[in-house]
């Protein structure tokens, strides 16, 4: 089974321009998840969609950011325009979905974006 | 006040040791805490989950939550320097749907 995947893995580009991130998940999982590590820090939560549906972005910078889950399957996170401080390593997650006590979380190598 | 905190290291242990990475966390509602290990310029793989109280073992890995004091850690049996990596922490929030991460302790297990 593929894992979670991510393109690119790798973006430099300089201030002011645009920039996005694609996230495919594990086929069949429901929930999809957006976090960032900026340098030296933890990794923090962004976004959450269930299938198409944004259940909570309360994570999310700012306006510059935006999220797409089309058809509730692959997501992208577009940044417009970049800055300095959006420069870190943007991970993504999904899960199967409606599993209690909890639905395990699998991660995606990340995209490291660069923003010069 | 972070809502996940880890002890950055480096924790420094040789082959063959016990290593035991703490974590402790400010939400009490939290019902779910995660081990993930993470290679440089790797995803974050899963090694351990706990729900309850206790101790969780697992091959090499015992996972260790005491609620009460609001602490999780894990023990790394028999240490191999493949071992070697950045251990991350994970606590899932009250509302289900976010995972808050410490900053991660790396380890070194030396040959």
């Known amino acids: 089974e593929a894992g979670v995947t991510q393109f690119p893995s790798h973006s430099v580009i300089e201030k002011g321009q645009t920039v996005t991130l694609r996230c495919d998940p594990i086929?069949?999982?429901?929930?999809l998840y957006w976090y960032r590590r900026v340098m030296g820090k933890e990794i923090k939560f962004l976004l959450h969609f269930v299938k198409e549906s944004k259940q909570d972005e309360s994570g999310m910078p700012n306006n510059r950011f935006l999220a797409e889950r089309t058809g509730g399957t692959y997501s992208t996170l577009k940044v417009q325009p970049a800055e300095l401080e959006d420069s870190g390593v943007y991970f993504c997650?999904?899960?199967?979905?409606?599993?209690?006590?909890?639905?395990?979380?699998?991660f995606g190598p990340g995209t490291r974006l660069t923003v010069l | 006040q972070k809502e996940v905190e880890q002890n950055s290291g480096p924790l420094s242990v040789p082959e063959g040791a016990i290593a035991s990475l703490n974590c402790t966390y400010s939400d009490r509602g939290s019902q779910s805490f995660f081990w993930y290990r993470q290679y440089s310029g790797k995803s974050p793989e899963l090694i351990m989950s706990?729900?309850?109280?206790g101790d969780k073992e697992d091959g090499r890995f015992t996972a260790q939550l005491n609620k009460a004091s609001q602490y999780v850690s894990l023990l790394i049996r028999d240490s191999q320097p493949s071992d070697s990596a950045t251990y991350l922490c994970a606590v899932e929030g009250y509302n289900f749907n976010k995972f808050y991460f410490g900053s991660g302790t790396k380890l070194n297990v030396k040959p």
């Open positions: 706990i729900y309850s109280n």
């Open positions: 997650a999904s899960s199967q979905g409606g599993y209690r006590p909890t639905d395990t979380q699998y």
């Open positions: 086929s069949g999982h429901d929930n």
